[in-house]
């Protein structure tokens, strides 16, 4: 879900994380605002974000890693447009 700045796979909670995944970004961004009541934010977010795409039964680091950003991009504007 993150990597650090040299390109090598680490904890999204990391210090060293430099680069993320959607799901990645939304656990770093919950966890500092939210503390331990994060994973629930984010699991919500992606099922909103699946659902509104027609995709409620995939997930966004499978899309991300097989389909690409630009995809997820596409994902989170159709959502929030919706």
Do not use: W
């Amino acid at each position: 879900m993150a990597r650090t700045a040299n390109g090598r796979p680490c904890d999204c909670r990391d210090v060293a994380a430099a680069r993320f995944c959607a799901i990645g970004a939304l656990y770093r961004a919950s966890g500092d605002l939210l503390g331990e009541e994060a994973f629930q934010f984010v699991f919500r977010t992606e099922k909103f974000v699946l659902r509104a795409n027609n995709r409620p039964h995939d997930s966004l680091p499978r899309i991300n890693d097989q389909e690409g950003h630009a995809v997820i991009v596409a994902m989170f504007k159709r959502a929030l447009a919706g």
